[in-house]
């Protein structure tokens, strides 16, 4: 993983970049890195904010051979692999809120957008992007994400070195990859409950149209669904959408 890497100054969206080099043939592990992005996508068709030097802002080639449906598998894979490499280069107690966001204090240091091209609904390649706010300060922010979005700076006190997060989460998500290919989803699945804070909460989810699923997150799907148990002896499986913990 990331034995072949692209490193960029400023671009609009390292999906873009990765995306061109998997249309031309790029391997599986191909990294795209970017100092800053101009036009940093989120999920939901969101902004991303990614300001120059502060962060991590990187979108990773994977060829995976499986269906389509099994991708947001994958989301939750790479959410372990970040969660885990924060966790262990700065003692911070990061959590992961279903499906991608990563937490410190309750607020968002981290998000991830997978995206998938598939024919007849074979994957032919995903582009996993990871996004972290590392050494963003309170003022960098914009005035909506301040007290929303925190950075590993922020939470933990000290700078952290970039260039040594990117490689202790390609170790984790090399490590969780070659598990995922030899043993399958069940014990990525595992890892993902371990360090989730949703699991066990009351939750709202919206769908990109609005429509909300009310219930208890009880834990995750064979195909990476978020299983929510409405209270009246169905579990309803959720693959995307925002996801509210009422505390
Ligand atoms: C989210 O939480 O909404 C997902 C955010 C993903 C941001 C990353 S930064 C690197 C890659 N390039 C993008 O334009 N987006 C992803």
Known sequence: ?????????????????????????????????AEEQTGG????????????????????????????????????LAGVAVCRAVRKMTGLDAGIKWPNDLLVDRRKICGILLESAAEEEHVRYCIVGIGISVNLDETDYPPELQGVATSLKIASGTTVDRTQLIAAVMVEFETLYELYCSQGFQPIASLWEALSVTLGESVTIKNIYGDEVHGVAAGISAAGALLVDMGDGRQVPVFSGDVELKR
């Open 1 to 33: 993983m990331g034995s072949r890497l692209k490193v960029l100054g400023s671009t609009t969206s390292t999906q873009d970049e990765a995306r061109a080099l998997a249309e031309d043939g790029a391997p599986e592990g191909t990294l795209v890195i």
């Open 41 to 76: 996508k989120g999920r939901l068709g969101r902004k991303w904010f990614s300001p120059a030097g502060k962060g991590v802002w990187m979108s990773l080639i994977l060829r995976p051979n499986q269906p389509l449906q099994d991708t947001p598998q994958l989301t939750l």
